[in-house]
């Protein structure tokens, strides 16, 4: 049984920081996948950022240069460092795990990030 627990979410002001924490229990967390959506009021829910077990990472467009996703496999934690915060990044933050295809994804329960202008 997969269990991700999120964590770090809050309120910030543009241009700050925050940094998500996503604690993962069950085996085989080193050479999982593992990312973040988010997903904000009226929106579609959107991959946030990936690493491989390998630590290949992919970022959406939108957060590119600013986000940086990583991963603490001996804690079998994975981050997500937030920097340059604007307001339209204000959304419910999920830390995901990928499944073996065609299941997805496990989730998280989701913490908040609010960014104030």
Same mark, same amino acid.
């Given at each position: 049984q997969v269990q991700l627990v999120e964590s770090g979410g809050g309120l910030v002001q543009a241009g700050g920081s925050l940094r !998500? #924490?996503?604690a993962a229990s069950g #085996?085989?967390?080193n050479i999982a996948t593992m990312g973040w959506y988010r997903q904000a %009021?009226? =929106?579609q829910r959107e991959l946030v950022a990936k690493i491989s077990g390998t630590g290949s990472t992919n970022y959406a467009d939108s957060v590119k240069g600013r986000f940086t996703i990583s991963r603490e496999n001996a804690k079998n934690t *994975?981050?997500?460092q937030m920097n340059s !915060? =604007? %307001?339209e990044d204000t959304a419910v933050y999920y830390c995901v795990r990928e499944r073996a295809p065609p299941l997805g994804?496990?989730?998280g329960q989701g913490t908040? *990030?609010?960014v104030s202008s």
């Open positions: !998500l #924490s996503c #085996s085989t967390f %009021p009226g =929106k *994975v981050y997500l !915060l =604007k %307001p994804y496990y989730w908040q *990030v609010t």
